[in-house]
C-alpha cells in the first residue's frame, strides 16, 4: 500500500519535470522558492499531507509575516498549481499530453493576401491522412461564377429561399 503524498514530494515532482524539460528553468525554481518559503514561514512540515494542506490558512500565516496580500496569494496560488500537477503528473497525464503536443506540428499557409491560414497536424502524417484532408478541403471549394462571400454549406444542408 503507498502511502498518501507528503509535501516533500512536491520536490520530487519539480526534479522530475525538470529532467524531462517540460517547464523552463526560471518556473522551476520560482516553485522550489515557493516551496521553500512555505516550509520557513508556516507550520507545514516536509512531512505534512498534501491532502492536510490548508492552502487558504497557509497564506494567512504568510500574510501575518507582513506579506503583501498579493505576495501571499501569489504563494498559495504557485502552491495550489504545484499540487494538483504533482497529481496529475502521478497519473501520467502531463506525460500523456506532453507526448501529444511534441507530436503535433504548425504549419502556416499564406493563402492570399491578408489571409493567413495555421494547421496543426500530427508530425507523423501519413499519405492517407494527406489524401483525406485534401478530399475534405475539395468538398469546401466554391465556385468562381458563385457569390464571391458566399461560405460553403454543410453536407445535407438545401439552400432556401426567403
Known amino acids: 500500500m503507498s502511502s498518501s503524498p507528503r509535501y516533500e514530494d512536491l520536490f520530487a515532482y519539480l526534479d522530475a519535470v525538470a529532467r524531462a524539460g517540460h517547464l523552463k528553468k526560471t518556473s522551476i525554481d520560482l516553485a522550489r522558492s515557493t516551496l521553500k518559503r512555505v516550509l520557513e514561514a508556516t507550520d507545514v512540515t516536509i512531512d505534512t499531507a498534501l491532502n492536510d494542506l490548508d492552502i487558504d490558512r497557509i497564506r494567512e500565516q504568510l500574510e501575518s509575516l507582513d506579506l503583501k496580500p498579493t505576495t501571499a496569494e501569489a504563494y498559495a496560488g504557485r502552491l495550489r498549481r504545484m499540487v494538483k500537477e504533482s497529481r496529475e503528473w502521478a497519473t501520467g497525464e ?31 502524417l501519413t499519405a492517407a491522412e494527406v489524401d483525406r484532408i485534401g478530399r475534405f478541403l475539395t468538398a469546401l471549394i466554391v465556385e468562381e461564377d458563385e457569390t464571391e462571400n458566399a461560405a460553403p454549406q454543410a453536407k445535407g444542408e438545401e439552400e432556401t429561399e426567403d
Open 94 to 124: 502531463p506525460l500523456k499530453k506532453a507526448r501529444e503536443e511534441k507530436s503535433m506540428i504548425d504549419y502556416p499557409l499564406q493563402l492570399r493576401p491578408g489571409m493567413r491560414l495555421n494547421f496543426t497536424l500530427p508530425a507523423d
